[in-house]
């Protein structure tokens, strides 16, 4: 009877039914069974219950000391809750069990990347992908590692190998755009595929929100911070002030226009983007207004 509750509760989670795994493992029978916990453990991550999913998985580890899934589990947990060196240990931990594990060695890359450790995950990643090269999510891996390397050509060609096993990926696709964005030159293409994944996905807020800093970026180009840093210490900040108004405010406009109407509408629906367009009007309009009042004045002296 265990064994038919843990086999339908891992038939719901592949449907990603997630409240109904946590109903059908509800006996306290079932509390002493490692399956049934660490079915428990992912359940609640997905179900963005971290604390007791941490819990459950400090339990598992108690229950269940000697295996390496146990660790991973809750290595998961302590992720969920923002605590990546935890996270790290226990992954550490999982692949002293099971060093032979793809699984459990793809883990270990990832809290490597996370926390910092960059040369030791791209070795890691590399074990794994020797392994299992036909696996896409090791390919996306690689991609963050060299993505956070700065090594954005060799961060590209991962995640197109991505691509190629899973078109589909919108991880891969997302991560794509983030090392085109940051390459040079790559913008548009940047653009379009996070376009495309929000097609597919309409509501991931994360790809919207990166969608509007790529295409209407909040910062200044660097030449022009120059020409205004020039600006103050040859006018003086007062009297720079009026120059970089107008300038900040030409510059929202110009990128406002540039954008397609798809995109023009996005920045509009967005209440940030519609407050900084806001602001950028009002500056550019105090900045007007002064450099008029200014120039009135010298001809009326």
């Not at 002293?96 to 809290?111: M, Q």
């Not at 991880?171 to 379009?192: C, D, N, T, Y």
């Amino acid at each position: 009877m265990h064994d038919e509750r843990i086999a339908r509760a891992e038939s719901l989670a592949g449907l990603n039914r997630h409240e109904d795994v946590l109903q059908v493992l509800a006996d306290p029978g079932l509390n002493s069974n490692p399956a049934a916990a660490q079915l428990r453990v992912f359940a609640l991550l997905n179900l963005d219950r971290a604390p007791e999913a941490h819990n459950e998985a400090t339990r598992l580890v108690g229950l269940d000391p000697d295996s390496p899934l146990s660790f991973l589990a809750r290595s998961y947990s302590w992720e969920s809750l923002e605590r990546p060196w935890d996270a790290l240990k226990d992954a550490r931990e999982a692949a002293r069990l099971a060093p032979y594990s793809p699984v459990v060695r793809s883990r270990l890359a990832t809290c490597l990347a996370r926390s910092g450790q960059l040369d030791e995950a791209h070795e890691e990643v590399g074990w794994v992908l020797a392994q299992e090269p036909d696996e896409p999510d090791h390919w996306v891996l690689l991609g963050r590692v060299y993505y956070h390397l700065n090594r954005f050509d060799e961060a590209e060609g991962a995640l197109l190998e991505a691509l190629r096993l899973d078109p589909e990926s919108s991880e891969a696709r997302v991560m794509l755009a983030g090392v085109q964005a940051e390459s040079g030159g790559r913008k548009p293409e940047s653009i379009e595929n996070l376009i495309e994944v929000l097609k597919d996905n309409p509501t991931l807020s994360p790809v919207r929100q990166m969608l509007l800093e790529i295409a209407f970026p909040r910062q200044l180009p660097k030449e022009l911070v120059i020409i205004l840093f020039g600006l103050v210490v040859m006018l003086g900040s007062v009297v720079a002030l009026v120059p970089i108004a107008i300038s900040y405010g030409f510059l929202v406009a110009y990128r406002y226009r540039r954008l397609s109407p798809e995109l023009q509408t996005l920045v509009l629906s967005d209440p940030d983007m519609r407050k900084r367009i806001r602001i950028a009007v009002a500056v550019w309009a105090v900045g007007t207004g002064a450099a008029i009042a200014g120039g009135l004045y010298l001809l009326l002296r």
